[in-house]
């Protein structure tokens, strides 16, 4: 009797440790969720985010191509910044997206790859970011400047130079805010 005892009490075991190995992979799996719906809705077109309207940051660097990218260069115009990964899975739709939202956005879409250079080549190859700036921010210097703690993020800046929003970048939300920014001209007179 004792015999049979001890496989029923050891699978009862095994069932048990099985059991709260599940609940902690769920409540991981939770609080997951929780951060992505977090971060989509900092990504606040129409209101403004915890770090909107400050002033972005100015940068300078090389993109992937050999050419300099600046925060000069887009005076005036509403500019997204794309923090990506190659290791990040999300990281693939957002790019495919951000492929045709760069047309209606003028070129007005930066991508910064959070890897090294030869990292940061496969992926624009991969999704085929030609004519998208791409820079490789090998040291995070850049997803420091701008305060980037997670990929894929997208920082919308304003024509004005302050930040319009931080968050997870959804391609309607962006769309509509190139549809609804001003132009230069437009935003001249208003500050003149």
Not at 77 to 98: D, G, Y
Not at 159 to 169: A, L, N, T
């Amino acid at each position: 009797m004792a015999s049979m005892s001890l496989p029923f009490f050891s699978s009862y075991a095994a069932l048990w440790i099985l059991v709260i190995l599940q609940g902690l992979v769920l409540l991981a799996l939770v609080r997951m969720v929780h951060e992505l719906r977090n971060n989509a809705a900092t990504f606040n077109v129409g209101g403004q985010s915890a770090a909107a309207l400050e002033p972005a940051p100015p940068f300078s660097a090389t993109a992937l191509d050999g050419t300099r990218v600046s925060s000069d260069d887009f005076p005036g115009r509403l500019t997204a910044l794309l923090f990506v990964s190659p290791t990040c899975v999300s990281c693939t739709t957002t790019l495919h997206e951000m492929r045709a939202l760069h047309y209606k956005a003028q070129g007005n879409v930066v991508v910064i790859c959070r890897a090294n250079r030869h990292d940061s080549m496969r992926l624009a190859q991969a999704h085929k970011l030609d004519g998208l700036p791409v820079i490789a921010d090998e040291d995070d210097g850049l997803s420091r400047l701008y305060r980037i703690t997670t990929v894929p993020t997208a920082v919308l800046i304003k024509g004005s130079g302050k930040v319009q929003s931080y968050g997870y970048p959804l391609r309607e939300e962006m769309e509509q805010a190139f549809e609804a920014a001003p132009d230069a001209a437009e935003e001249e007179r208003k500050a003149g």
